[in-house]
């Protein structure tokens, strides 16, 4: 395949596989909520990921070495196994929200019982990566995840106030808001922020970049990719708040659900709108399933160092295969004993954000560390901006927890 | 090999590969011997979830004890080729009796279509 063909397919990925069902619904809602106040949110969330997940990437082109890896030699010991429990137990959560989310979707577009569907569903991810090779499972969800595009169009035909945007991208707290309303808003901001950089997206793209061969003449496509594609599906993260501000908010709806969420496309283009909301978000869920599982697999495995990788044979990464398949089981049981998948979201978009700053610093550490990386080490740029996103991350991560009581989980 | 290595930094937690570019675990810990007359030498690098719970706090230690029942695998230092990002060997995994769960699960997996 030609160099143009892969960057433009690495970037179109990239944009299709941004956002998964955390985030389509804390972005609706917080647009509902407070309108494009926390747009500002949205940008230093994507600042962040893009950021660390090229360092990670880097790391993975130069030196084959993956996140969990670098976590298990760099932070020591128990710090590492403790943040293996809880990214696994982060992993399994959004798994199990996105598998709850894949069966909403296919509800609506069949009408069939729901618990019918969760099964059906366990069934569709375990054999498409039984079967499917890593590029193509990459390919065709991240391709059709762009369908979630047609959210950006509709945003753009309701004509969005475009002064309410710009003043949105400049952190402000509401005014004469109550301490109450006050700890809403920076609940939303921790919540947006965990999940546009939920840390499966760094495991899995560390991890890829080593299922995909990727050798140090790649760290361009690296820097490209993660630049343009997150950039890019971020502009569809604007589009959701601005859904929830300027669609949502002023037919007082809350837009948690993902049928809800297709409403807003349904009344702008009709049933073409209604399908490609549908369609765009299953292969964004379903995407994220794979990812979650796969990750909980990729980071297990690095962390006792077990053979892995799609790459191989499903029977030469036995122990791997068997972890993958174990997580969808676990995640089916989850979501067949009838619990919400939005209440999961909240969960899991919550505890991500302190998994963040003990998956981040190693990955830091490693990718300034000229003995290890020699040329290709960061920059005094990247170091700087990586320790002040790291400090960000953490003043978020310690706010989580209390902000969560606090709010009753966002609670107005 | 190298004169100096920093067996904290660079050997202890790194992946351990085979002759065959396998992955067949970390360098969990690590045992020395007296030598006559001098200072101590790696003899033994020690692979299983035992070796490496034991250098956990309590808890944890007696949670990997309770799910784990494998005994270590000690690879001696003779059999190391290469000290880099990871630890290659110069022999198979299967010589040393590393990976045997995974071969258990390879059997298994063997009889599904695809695998």
């Not at chain 1, 969420?261 to 209604?274: E, H, N, P, T």
């Amino acid at each position: 395949m030609g160099r143009f063909a892969e960057v433009f397919l690495g970037i179109l990925t990239a944009v299709g596989g941004f956002v998964e069902i955390g985030e389509l619904t804390f972005t609706l809602t917080a647009g509902s909520t407070f309108g494009y106040g926390l747009l500002w949110t949205t940008v230093l969330g994507t600042v962040g990921i893009i950021l660390y997940c090229e360092m990670a990437g880097r790391i993975a082109a130069v030196k084959h070495r993956p996140v969990f890896s670098l976590i298990r030699e760099r932070t020591g010991l128990t710090a590492a196994f403790v943040t293996l429990i809880a990214s696994t137990v982060v992993n399994v959560l959004t798994c199990a929200a996105e598998v709850g989310g894949v069966a909403l979707v296919w509800q609506l577009l069949s009408g069939w019982p729901y618990r019918l569907l969760v099964i059906g569903g366990f069934l569709f991810f375990v054999l498409v990566i039984w079967w499917m090779k890593f590029e193509w499972i990459e390919r065709v969800f991240g391709l059709g995840g762009l369908l979630m595009l047609v959210y950006v169009v509709t945003a753009l035909y309701d004509g969005p106030t475009w002064s309410d945007i710009a003043s949105g991208l400049v952190p402000r707290q509401p005014e004469n808001a109550s301490p109450h309303q006050l700890a809403v808003y920076w609940y939303y901001a921790v919540a947006i922020m965990s999940s546009i950089m939920l840390p499966y997206e760094t495991y899995f793209y560390a991890s890829g970049a080593i299922e995909d061969h990727w050798k140090p003449g790649d760290i361009g496509l690296n820097r490209v990719i993660v630049m343009v594609g997150f950039s890019l599906g971020a502009v569809l993260s604007v589009a959701l708040v601005s859904l929830g501000a300027e669609f949502f908010q002023p037919r007082h709806v809350e837009p948690q659900l993902p049928g809800t969420a297709a409403l807003s496309a349904a009344i702008a283009f009709g049933s073409v709108g209604l399908y490609a909301a549908l369609l765009g978000m299953f292969f964004a869920f379903a995407g994220a399933a794979i990812e979650t599982a796969l990750s909980s697999a990729y980071n297990i495995a690095q962390f006792l160092g077990w053979p892995w990788g799609k790459y191989r044979r499903p029977r030469e990464a036995g122990r791997f295969t068997l972890t993958w398949f174990v997580v969808f089981l676990v995640c089916a049981a989850i979501i067949l004993t009838g619990v919400d998948p939005v209440r999961i979201v909240e969960y899991s978009i919550v505890f991500s954000v302190i998994v963040l700053p003990f998956t981040y610093l190693p990955v830091l550490v490693v990718a300034a560390d000229r003995r290890i990386m020699g040329a290709h080490a960061n920059g005094i740029a990247m170091n700087v901006l990586g320790w002040a996103f790291l400090v960000v991350i953490t003043v978020a991560a310690l706010a989580a927890i209390p902000l969560f009581l606090l709010t009753h989980g966002g609670q107005g | 090999m190298r004169k100096s290595l920093d067996l904290g930094r660079e050997v202890l937690d790194h992946e351990i590969v085979d002759v065959d570019g396998v992955s067949c675990g970390m360098v969990d810990d690590l045992e020395f011997e007296d030598a006559p007359g001098g200072a101590p030498t790696v003899a033994n690098l020690i692979v299983g979830p035992i070796a490496w719970s034991a250098r956990t706090p309590a808890l944890a230690a007696w949670l990997v004890r309770r799910v784990v029942r494998t005994p270590v695998v000690r690879v001696p230092w003779s059999a190391v080729a290469h000290v880099g990002e990871t630890i290659q060997l110069r022999v198979t995994a299967q010589s040393l009796g590393l990976g045997k769960a995974d071969r258990r699960v390879e059997r298994w997996l063997s009889r599904i279509p695809g695998a």
